[in-house]
Protein backbone atom coordinates (compact mmCIF):
# COMPACT_ATOMS: atom_id res chain seq x y z
CA UNK A 1 0.00 0.00 0.00
CA UNK A 2 1.49 3.21 -1.49
CA UNK A 3 2.39 5.51 1.89
CA UNK A 4 3.17 9.40 1.48
CA UNK A 5 4.79 11.07 4.22
CA UNK A 6 5.45 14.89 4.55
CA UNK A 7 8.17 16.37 6.19
CA UNK A 8 8.33 19.24 8.08
CA UNK A 9 4.87 19.28 9.35
CA UNK A 10 4.91 23.21 9.76
CA UNK A 11 7.41 25.54 9.06
CA UNK A 12 7.78 28.94 9.74
CA UNK A 13 11.03 31.24 7.82
CA UNK A 14 11.29 35.33 7.75
CA UNK A 15 10.56 36.73 3.86
CA UNK A 16 12.93 36.31 1.33
CA UNK A 17 14.39 33.05 2.70
CA UNK A 18 15.19 29.83 0.39
CA UNK A 19 12.98 26.73 1.89
CA UNK A 20 12.62 22.99 0.64
CA UNK A 21 10.19 20.85 1.33
CA UNK A 22 10.44 17.36 1.54
CA UNK A 23 8.41 14.03 0.27
CA UNK A 24 8.79 10.51 0.75
CA UNK A 25 6.56 7.45 -0.77
CA UNK A 26 6.88 3.67 0.01
CA UNK A 27 5.97 3.01 -3.25
CA UNK A 28 8.54 3.76 -6.24
CA UNK A 29 6.44 2.47 -9.07
CA UNK A 30 4.41 5.45 -9.59
CA UNK A 31 3.04 7.26 -12.68
CA UNK A 32 3.64 10.71 -11.51
CA UNK A 33 3.60 13.05 -8.48
CA UNK A 34 2.48 16.14 -7.91
CA UNK A 35 2.19 19.23 -5.61
CA UNK A 36 -0.35 21.19 -4.34
CA UNK A 37 -1.04 23.97 -2.23
CA UNK A 38 -4.08 24.51 -0.03
CA UNK A 39 -5.05 27.99 1.46
CA UNK A 40 -7.34 28.07 4.35
CA UNK A 41 -10.52 26.52 3.99
CA UNK A 42 -9.97 26.43 0.02
CA UNK A 43 -10.05 23.35 -2.23
CA UNK A 44 -6.50 22.03 -3.75
CA UNK A 45 -4.64 24.22 -6.58
CA UNK A 46 -1.51 22.13 -8.91
CA UNK A 47 1.22 23.65 -8.76
CA UNK A 48 3.68 21.35 -10.31
CA UNK A 49 4.01 18.00 -11.90
CA UNK A 50 6.68 15.54 -12.32
CA UNK A 51 6.14 12.43 -14.71
CA UNK A 52 8.18 9.82 -13.30
CA UNK A 53 10.07 9.44 -16.06
CA UNK A 54 11.21 13.36 -15.54
CA UNK A 55 13.81 14.37 -12.73
CA UNK A 56 12.71 17.81 -12.66
CA UNK A 57 10.11 20.69 -13.12
CA UNK A 58 9.96 23.99 -12.44
CA UNK A 59 7.44 27.15 -12.43
CA UNK A 60 8.75 30.91 -11.71
CA UNK A 61 10.14 30.84 -8.01
CA UNK A 62 9.27 26.93 -7.54
CA UNK A 63 11.27 23.83 -7.84
CA UNK A 64 10.31 20.30 -7.78
CA UNK A 65 12.48 17.47 -8.04
CA UNK A 66 11.71 13.70 -8.20
CA UNK A 67 14.50 10.68 -6.77
CA UNK A 68 11.70 7.79 -7.97
CA UNK A 69 14.23 4.94 -6.89
CA UNK A 70 15.15 6.50 -3.52
CA UNK A 71 10.73 7.48 -3.55
CA UNK A 72 11.63 10.95 -2.12
CA UNK A 73 10.74 14.70 -3.88
CA UNK A 74 11.26 17.90 -2.62
CA UNK A 75 9.90 21.58 -3.67
CA UNK A 76 11.98 24.16 -3.40
CA UNK A 77 10.78 27.97 -3.24
CA UNK A 78 13.06 30.46 -3.60
CA UNK A 79 12.99 34.29 -2.46
CA UNK A 80 9.64 33.30 0.31
CA UNK A 81 6.76 35.94 -0.06
CA UNK A 82 4.21 36.00 2.87
CA UNK A 83 1.80 34.86 0.10
CA UNK A 84 3.34 31.96 -0.29
CA UNK A 85 2.16 31.08 3.58
CA UNK A 86 0.40 27.70 2.60
CA UNK A 87 -0.64 24.37 2.94
CA UNK A 88 1.99 22.36 0.42
CA UNK A 89 0.62 19.01 0.09
CA UNK A 90 2.26 16.29 -1.96
CA UNK A 91 0.37 13.24 -3.81
CA UNK A 92 1.52 9.93 -5.81
CA UNK A 93 -0.53 8.52 -8.56
CA UNK A 94 -0.05 4.95 -8.25
CA UNK A 95 1.00 2.58 -11.51
CA UNK A 96 -1.06 -0.31 -12.27
CA UNK A 97 -3.74 0.62 -11.12
CA UNK A 98 -6.87 2.98 -11.85
CA UNK A 99 -5.86 6.65 -11.72
CA UNK A 100 -6.30 7.22 -8.09
CA UNK A 101 -3.79 10.20 -6.39
CA UNK A 102 -1.89 9.22 -2.67
CA UNK A 103 -2.12 12.34 -0.39
CA UNK A 104 0.79 13.13 2.19
CA UNK A 105 -0.68 15.11 5.45
CA UNK A 106 1.08 17.96 4.50
CA UNK A 107 3.38 20.77 5.17
CA UNK A 108 2.12 23.99 6.42
CA UNK A 109 4.06 26.95 5.70
CA UNK A 110 4.41 30.85 7.12
CA UNK A 111 6.18 33.07 5.70
CA UNK A 112 6.69 35.91 8.37
CA UNK A 113 7.14 39.39 6.85
CA UNK B 1 -11.52 25.85 -20.49
CA UNK B 2 -12.43 23.04 -17.77
CA UNK B 3 -14.03 24.26 -14.45
CA UNK B 4 -15.08 22.37 -11.40
CA UNK B 5 -18.18 23.27 -9.15
CA UNK B 6 -18.99 22.60 -5.41
CA UNK B 7 -21.96 23.42 -2.98
CA UNK B 8 -22.51 24.36 -0.74
CA UNK B 9 -19.50 25.83 0.59
CA UNK B 10 -21.03 25.39 4.55
CA UNK B 11 -23.20 23.08 5.49
CA UNK B 12 -24.24 22.69 9.07
CA UNK B 13 -26.23 19.38 9.89
CA UNK B 14 -27.49 17.34 12.76
CA UNK B 15 -26.44 14.16 13.65
CA UNK B 16 -29.16 11.49 11.97
CA UNK B 17 -29.95 14.03 9.56
CA UNK B 18 -29.73 13.16 4.90
CA UNK B 19 -27.04 14.42 3.43
CA UNK B 20 -26.36 15.58 -0.28
CA UNK B 21 -23.22 17.07 -1.85
CA UNK B 22 -22.71 17.89 -5.49
CA UNK B 23 -20.03 18.46 -8.15
CA UNK B 24 -20.23 19.25 -11.65
CA UNK B 25 -17.65 19.62 -13.95
CA UNK B 26 -17.52 21.82 -17.35
CA UNK B 27 -15.74 21.71 -20.35
CA UNK B 28 -14.74 17.99 -20.33
CA UNK B 29 -16.61 14.79 -21.27
CA UNK B 30 -16.47 11.83 -19.55
CA UNK B 31 -14.50 12.84 -16.93
CA UNK B 32 -12.63 10.56 -13.74
CA UNK B 33 -14.36 11.99 -10.94
CA UNK B 34 -13.48 11.77 -7.57
CA UNK B 35 -14.47 12.52 -3.61
CA UNK B 36 -12.05 13.19 -1.17
CA UNK B 37 -12.38 14.03 2.73
CA UNK B 38 -9.86 16.01 4.82
CA UNK B 39 -10.55 15.90 8.52
CA UNK B 40 -8.89 17.78 10.88
CA UNK B 41 -4.73 16.80 11.60
CA UNK B 42 -5.21 14.23 8.72
CA UNK B 43 -4.01 13.88 5.06
CA UNK B 44 -6.98 13.81 2.42
CA UNK B 45 -8.78 10.54 2.27
CA UNK B 46 -10.21 9.02 -0.76
CA UNK B 47 -13.93 7.77 -0.54
CA UNK B 48 -15.02 6.99 -3.54
CA UNK B 49 -14.20 7.34 -7.45
CA UNK B 50 -16.34 6.86 -10.58
CA UNK B 51 -14.91 6.45 -14.30
CA UNK B 52 -18.37 6.64 -15.80
CA UNK B 53 -22.10 7.25 -15.35
CA UNK B 54 -23.52 4.72 -12.78
CA UNK B 55 -19.86 3.35 -12.16
CA UNK B 56 -18.76 3.66 -8.70
CA UNK B 57 -16.27 2.62 -6.99
CA UNK B 58 -15.35 2.72 -3.23
CA UNK B 59 -11.63 2.83 -1.18
CA UNK B 60 -13.28 2.86 2.46
CA UNK B 61 -16.49 1.38 4.10
CA UNK B 62 -18.34 4.16 5.34
CA UNK B 63 -21.62 5.92 5.91
CA UNK B 64 -21.31 7.68 2.75
CA UNK B 65 -22.43 6.81 -0.72
CA UNK B 66 -22.18 8.13 -3.98
CA UNK B 67 -23.92 8.76 -7.58
CA UNK B 68 -23.07 9.83 -10.66
CA UNK B 69 -26.57 10.23 -12.95
CA UNK B 70 -25.12 12.33 -15.54
CA UNK B 71 -21.55 12.23 -17.05
CA UNK B 72 -20.18 15.26 -15.23
CA UNK B 73 -21.82 14.93 -12.04
CA UNK B 74 -20.81 13.63 -8.90
CA UNK B 75 -23.09 13.18 -5.76
CA UNK B 76 -22.39 12.53 -2.40
CA UNK B 77 -24.61 10.87 -0.34
CA UNK B 78 -26.07 9.77 3.48
CA UNK B 79 -29.22 8.74 4.81
CA UNK B 80 -28.13 9.28 8.53
CA UNK B 81 -25.38 11.33 9.20
CA UNK B 82 -22.96 11.04 12.28
CA UNK B 83 -20.58 13.08 14.58
CA UNK B 84 -17.79 10.95 12.81
CA UNK B 85 -18.94 12.21 9.03
CA UNK B 86 -17.35 15.97 9.90
CA UNK B 87 -14.95 17.04 7.62
CA UNK B 88 -13.92 18.90 4.57
CA UNK B 89 -15.16 17.54 1.58
CA UNK B 90 -13.37 18.02 -2.04
CA UNK B 91 -14.22 16.65 -5.47
CA UNK B 92 -11.39 16.30 -8.01
CA UNK B 93 -11.30 15.41 -11.70
CA UNK B 94 -8.38 14.05 -13.53
CA UNK B 95 -7.29 15.44 -16.67
CA UNK B 96 -5.95 11.95 -17.76
CA UNK B 97 -3.95 10.51 -15.80
CA UNK B 98 -1.91 13.83 -15.38
CA UNK B 99 -3.43 16.89 -13.73
CA UNK B 100 -5.89 17.02 -10.94
CA UNK B 101 -8.49 19.41 -10.57
CA UNK B 102 -10.29 20.11 -7.22
CA UNK B 103 -13.19 21.81 -6.25
CA UNK B 104 -13.38 24.74 -3.86
CA UNK B 105 -14.55 21.80 -0.80
CA UNK B 106 -17.49 21.57 1.82
CA UNK B 107 -17.23 21.95 5.46
CA UNK B 108 -19.35 19.63 6.89
CA UNK B 109 -19.87 20.16 10.53
CA UNK B 110 -22.27 17.59 12.11
CA UNK B 111 -23.54 18.17 15.48
Known amino acids: KQEVTQIPAALSVPEGENLVLNCSFT??????LQWFRQDPGKGLTSLLL?????REQTSGRLNASLDKSSGRSTLYIAASQPGDSATYLC????????????FGKGTKLTVNP | SQTIHQWPATLVQPVGSPLSLECTVE??????LYWYRQAAGRGLQLLFY??????ISSEVPQNLSASRPQDRQFILSSKKLLLSDSGFYLC??????????FGQGTRLTVV
Open chain 1, 91 to 102: AVTTQGGSEKLV
Open chain 2, 27 to 32: GTSNPN
Open chain 2, 50 to 55: SVGIGQ
Open chain 1, 27 to 32: DSAIYN
Open chain 2, 92 to 101: AWFQGPLWAF
Open chain 1, 50 to 54: IQSSQ
